[in-house]
């Protein structure tokens, strides 16, 4: 299998005035070719360390990928680098002075040298042409290496990489290739180390691995398998995922870039049911989510945030009494909310929220971060206590990622003929 | 003058599936600090080549940090690399674990030895308390060297840097460390480039240094002043803001970590006034925006997210002759959402969003991005309209940005006293 090492060269990247996004759109194209990255460098426009970290490269990949440093200042010295590198002094190209002056004519430019160096190519190299700019990438094979130079801007470096470099590198790759393809499990109402547990023998395998990713208020587990084929690697994600799925059981509630809200929202859609909700601490965020999901007007169409006692009082009839007794922050106002606004919106399902946000307004008895989460379901209408850690926007999240999960596991409980 | 070396531990990051923001984060701060960074390196979870590469760094900077792999489970290798890249055998620290037993305790959840692994230190390194998390950093000096280990989610990482391993290296920097610090003026309502033309000039100096960050639906404008002192650097930057302030006028709506909602908030609180939103295509956005905002009860009571036609018939009572012949996504509906939900509340102002978030539902007359915000207050209601460019997230949110920022507008141009 090949391997590669991403070279970024350019101060503004080590002085962090630029995010380096096309070291990791490389990264993916090459774990997609099956070409393994076991390391990625970003030194500055200095020739001697920018040298040295090509040859150290060169030393342990098969490929390195050079990112920057192409234009025609004086601070671009990639060509340079390269030539060093690999002992391959430059030559101007004149194909590449006559597109460049062809180029500088049309946009009214005068050339000068300077602009002229983009013409300059290491000897052997193929020069790859820049869709959106003036200066070519290089793609130089040498003594069973190969270097790869890519202009910085991402509008000019990820066409050039699909367009000259995929094809140049497949042909290489040949047999040996593999194919890296990833899936990501996504869990909701189970930690970190405790969803790892329940798996702690498969993240010791090799192919497929599998890594846990903690998340706000869910966990992910990505599994990553190598074949000699996508189809071949996408069913060892399939079964890995399946043996997760089994292990770990309605915890998971989807995959990939399916969020929560997605999976509640397809839910309901399946079972030609609707939702509702009232939200105190969430504040809306809630019905944000659920709305968030293109197409989920199928399934909901009414949302009350009645932050204020009064809202809940004129806008839901929970008498003033029941607020003024057991307070808004409690079981029976959660379920009042969720039961109220079901049957004034006609949905299925009415859900609520109800608790201390922060980072005011907690209390020995109702500290900051106790939510009261309700539901109301044809049949019956329940409420949940949970305690939330973390800040006002992390307790307002987690209790709408609690919520959409109470629903989520209610709807996986029954079938609408049970019920209906 | 020092140098530092990053070394960002994570296979997620080889594969591109994630893209590091931590490392330009440091890289700024070191320079802002005086530190030079020669080398940023990236090794995935492999203890044999995250070792070297750290073994490397050492061998070439005087401060190396790392960044990622702090975490419980089992592909977190940071903690045991940083023992062994310094001779100095983890110990169990009875202070963390006790912390970390007690931050279960409040979560609920079980604490296991998985989990206590991360209360495992380095002879002699000085553990880093994290104020959003469970895995603490490292700050060890030996032999002239320094090493710091941080975690990996940002949330973490950039307030653990600033309270804890900023003070521990400009002890070290000495005279050499000035004081660098930076304030950011938020802008909505002006685009990068018509901002940037204001203070063009602002921009080529070395101190303070201007430099503006484009975000969704905002421009950042970020004033970096380096000084002797905290004091006089924040004096630089209060008077290139203010500077800036008197350029670009009222599109300015705050500084720093004032997001719009919290100066609209603010606003509302100073005037004593509140406002109420009925939302259709923002479906909660808006009024969970609002109500992120910790205090916002003062100003906020009520919201109705009228996803559905029907919503906005019964909860609001715009008649079903007017939603069928201009449609929903209109000026008369945006205006009759926001008076209507204004007299319901009996809030001073009410505010609506009516639209086509996409990416369904767009048509010639009305396609896809079309949005109409309404305002209605005390003497009167008006409607905007805007075609929002991007995917329905984007829509939502600039959405809930416009309809924000035509509040604030309105709550600058006329005191309460002109008008009650």
Redesign the interface.
């Known amino acids: 299998m090949l391997s590669a090492e991403i070279v970024s060269i350019g101060t503004e990247?080590?002085?962090?005035?630029?995010?380096?996004?096309d070291?990791?759109?490389?990264?993916?194209?090459l774990?997609a070719l099956g070409i393994a990255?076991?390391?990625?460098?970003?030194?500055?426009d200095?020739r001697e360390?920018a040298l040295a970290?090509v040859l150290q490269a060169l030393s342990r990949a098969d490929v390195v990928i050079l990112i920057g440093g192409l234009g025609p200042t004086m601070d671009d010295l990639t060509r340079d680098i390269v030539a060093d590198a690999t002992a391959s002094p430059l030559v101007r190209d004149p194909a590449l002075v006559a597109h460049l002056t062809q180029w500088f004519a049309v946009k009214n430019y005068a050339i000068t040298d300077v602009i002229l160096r983009q013409a300059d190519v290491p000897t052997g190299a193929i020069p790859l042409p820049n869709a959106n700019g003036t200066a070519p990438g290089l793609f130089l094979e040498k003594e069973n290496k190969i270097v790869i130079a890519l202009p910085g801007p991402p509008n000019e470096l990820e066409p050039m990489f699909d367009a000259e470099v995929l094809p140049l590198l497949t042909t290489r790759t040949g047999t040996e290739s593999a194919v890296?393809q990833?899936r990501t499990v996504r869990v909701v109402g189970m930690?970190?180390?405790?969803a790892?547990?329940l798996i702690?023998d498969l993240?010791?395998d090799a192919n497929p691995?599998v890594?846990?990713?903690?998340k706000l208020a869910e966990v992910h587990l990505?599994v990553?398998s190598r074949a000699a084929t996508a189809l071949e690697a996408d069913a060892l994600n399939a079964e890995r995922a399946a043996i997760i799925r089994e292990r770990l059981g309605d915890v998971v509630y989807g995959e990939d870039d399916t969020t929560l809200e997605n999976a509640v929202v397809a839910l309901l859609k399946s079972r030609r049911e609707t939702v509702a909700?009232a939200?105190s601490c969430?504040?809306?965020?809630?019905?944000?989510?659920?709305?968030?999901v293109?197409?989920?007007?199928e399934v909901?169409?009414?949302?009350?945030?009645?932050?204020?006692n009064?809202?809940k009082i004129t806008?839901l009839q929970i008498p003033r009494a029941v607020i003024g007794g057991v307070g808004a922050v409690s079981p029976e106002v959660a379920k009042a909310m969720a039961s109220r606004v079901r049957e004034l919106?006609g949905a299925t399902y009415g859900l609520s929220t109800t608790g201390v946000a922060?980072?005011?307004g907690g209390s020995d008895a109702k500290p900051v971060g106790l939510v009261h989460i309700g539901l109301s379901t044809p049949t019956e209408t329940i409420s949940v206590e949970r305690?939330f850690?973390?800040g006002?926007?992390d307790v307002?999240y987690r209790a709408t990622q609690a919520a959409l999960d109470l629903l989520r596991r209610e709807l996986l409980k029954t079938g609408m003929a049970e019920r209906v």
């Not at 990247?13 to 996004?21: A, E, H, N």
């Not at 990255?37 to 500055?44: A, E, F, I, K, L």
């Not at 890594?211 to 903690?214: G, K, Q, W």
């Not at 169409?301 to 204020?308: D, I, S």
């Open positions: 990247l080590l002085l962090g005035q630029i995010t380096d996004t070291a990791p759109f490389i990264s993916r194209r774990s990255v076991y390391h990625r460098t970003t030194v500055g200095n360390r970290t890296i990833s930690g970190e180390s405790d790892e547990a702690a993240m010791n691995t890594a846990p990713y903690a990505r990553t909700v939200e969430t504040g809306g965020m809630l019905a944000g989510r659920i709305t968030n293109s197409g989920s007007s909901f169409g009414v949302g009350l945030v009645t932050y204020a009064d809202a806008l919106s922060g980072p005011g305690y850690p973390g006002r926007a307002r």
